[in-house]
């Protein structure tokens, strides 16, 4: 699980394998695989990191992910894994 900060500054534990998408809008919003969203104050590259850190947690091996932009603009997109 990782440790998220939700807007009203409170604090909630996610399972990132449950996470279907990050998107920067410019709130960071997490979409959950169930389709529920919720709207956080860590950033995108906040959250990469700490689902990196995840994974390598509990082996499932490394994994790097990147901030695309999803309008060719560089300006926020979504989060794709590279591999």
Known sequence: MIEVVLIDNSKMWVNPLHIF?????????????????????????????????????????????DIESTDGTGGPGLIRQER
Do not use: H
């Not at 956080?40 to 994974?55: G, M």
């Open 21 to 65: 998408s990050i998107r920067s809008k410019p709130d960071t919003v997490i979409t959950f695989t169930t389709k529920q969203t919720l709207t956080v104050r860590d950033s995108a590259q906040e959250l990469c990191t700490k689902i990196d850190n995840y994974f390598r947690l509990i082996n499932l091996g490394c994994s790097s992910f």
